[in-house]
């Protein structure tokens, strides 16, 4: 199986791929003119904006749930992956993913709102929504869905389920059998209860776990503080091939820095549209901007204090493809333990609990946000929100994958989580590259009304715009409210 898998991986993600990343990436910063450097002030004040949604959730809200969905494994064991098997370099090629990949998300999550949609009386949008409305493209449409339902539903949970297990192991040497007994029966708990369950539990978890983790990264830097231009150092010459510890490496950097930028942020994959789509604005441009933020928090800043941990404690082992292991003070050990390693060397008796407890919680949000992804896609699919036997299927599935994650390998469970992230890749690549010019005239209607002094509000049909109905209905609510409600008494 885990042959199988890993021969499928080379060739999903191959050069072209990683390469695609970065290039669509600097193509998107340049057409919108490095939109992830102009509206850094806009993007602090929109993700922070109060109100509530009875068809969606705040912006806020989907800020939550995005970085409930990446923050975790993928800046903390994801980092240490990178580290593993790219060397020090592989940080390097994750921060130049992180800032051009920002624009990226910011042209997806415009088009995620552009073409969102009312289901059942909730706001839904994602990769297979614009493919559709956007493209015309419905039998795309309908493999992007069916992608991401498996993707989310069987191959993500896992990495999750398992990076947990192990920390718990670890740390306190409990079995990962009990470990996946006790994600599923708190897993049950919640998506048994909906989507607003799931924004409210993330909004309040998300930000707590955040926080309790910057700040032991904060203190294990302190008190390393002296170390950190040696870090930088070796970081960027392991980048180009200038160390002679880590020399011959920069092909394996740049193709795990990439990988693993891509998946601590999101940016790119399509994965982090669907709860921006369910997200209550005034323009589209204002989620985008909001991911924007999101992609910093996650990789800039999250990733950079996971990674310069694990550097300046020295506990990690690099292993890459086709080369010598280089081995530390540390024995062998996967590499999602690297960071639990780091901060216990500096905290005793504390680190390795802490960090055990953290993942759980952030894995924990995130396996949340898997669900709603994959029952998003579903809804695409049905055409329905309510609950019937599709809905239920998916909730065992997920219960099922999640414990099947938690007592395999993790060698297994990444390769299956990579091949599902390269595969959602393809199709959103090309799709948000052929949408690239109604996202533009969004952004620039945006720039010219913030220019005039206005509160952005979107019109469709003033862009030349088509398939944005959801937009269209809602223009004409607010610019003529008092005729239409009467019209629906009529009626």
Same mark, same amino acid.
């Given at each position: ?133 956007? %493209?015309?493209?419905?039998? %795309? ?5 069916? %992608? ?198 500096? %905290? ?144």
């Amino acid at each position: 199986m885990e042959n199988l898998v890993n021969w499928l991986n080379g060739y999903v993600w191959s050069p072209l791929l990683v390469y695609g990343f970065l290039g669509l990436g600097l193509l998107f910063s340049i057409f919108t003119r490095f939109v992830q450097l102009r509206f850094v002030k806009d993007m602090i004040k929109l993700s922070f904006e109060g109100g509530d949604s009875k068809a969606g959730v705040t912006s806020f809200q989907a800020l939550a749930m995005s970085l409930g969905s990446r923050v975790g494994t993928g800046n903390i064991a994801g980092v240490a992956t990178a580290i593993a098997l790219g060397g020090p370099g592989a940080v390097f090629w994750m921060w130049v993913t992180a800032f051009l990949g920002s624009a990226t998300s910011f042209i997806e999550i415009t088009l995620t709102q552009i073409y969102k949609r009312k289901i059942d009386g909730q706001y839904r949008g994602g990769t297979p929504y614009y493919i559709e409305k956007g %493209l015309k493209l419905r039998k %795309l449409a309908i493999l992007s869905a069916i %992608l991401t339902l498996i993707v989310m539903s069987c191959l993500w949970p896992g990495v999750q389920a398992n990076t947990v297990a192990l920390s718990m192991n670890s740390a306190f040497g409990m079995p990962p059998m009990f470990t996946g007994i006790s994600i599923i029966v708190l897993l049950g708990f919640i998506i048994f209860g909906g989507v607003k369950r799931i924004a409210k539990t993330a909004e309040i978890m998300v930000p707590f776990m955040a926080l309790g983790y910057i700040l032991v990264c904060i203190i294990v830097l302190s008190l390393n503080f002296s170390h950190i231009p040696n870090v930088l150092s070796l970081i960027f010459t392991s980048a180009f091939n200038l160390n002679s510890t880590f020399g011959g490496l920069m092909g394996s950097a740049i193709a795990w820095g990439v990988q693993r930028g891509v998946y601590s942020s999101g940016a790119g994959i399509g994965s982090e549209t669907f709860e921006s789509g369910a997200a209550e604005v005034s323009h589209p441009a204002k989620q985008g901007l909001v991911q924007v933020f999101s992609v910093y928090i996650n990789t800039l800043f999250i990733c950079s204090a996971t990674a310069f941990m694990i550097l300046i404690t020295g506990m990690y082992n690099v292993e890459p493809e086709g080369a010598a292991p280089i081995v530390n003070k540390i024995g062998n050990v996967e590499p999602s333990v690297y960071t639990q390693l780091a901060v216990d060397s500096v %905290l005793p008796q504390f680190g390795a609990g802490f960090l055990a407890v953290s993942l759980f919680f952030f894995c924990f949000t995130t396996l949340l946000s898997y669900y709603y992804k994959a029952e998003t896609n579903l809804a695409f699919l049905t055409q329905s929100t309510k609950s019937s036997w599709p809905n239920h299927v998916l909730k065992v599935v997920l219960l099922i994958t999640s414990f099947y994650g938690s007592v395999k390998t993790a060698a297994v469970v990444w390769a299956m989580g990579d091949l599902g992230m390269g595969a959602m890749a393809w199709v959103n690549l090309v799709a948000i590259f052929l949408l690239t010019k109604p996202a533009l005239r969004v952004l620039r209607d945006y720039e010219v009304q913030k220019k005039a002094g206005k509160d952005p509000v979107f019109n469709p049909a003033k862009l030349g715009i088509k398939g944005a109905e959801f937009w269209e209905e809602k223009y004409k609510e607010t610019q003529d409210p008092v005729s239409r409600s009467d019209q629906r008494k009529l009626s």
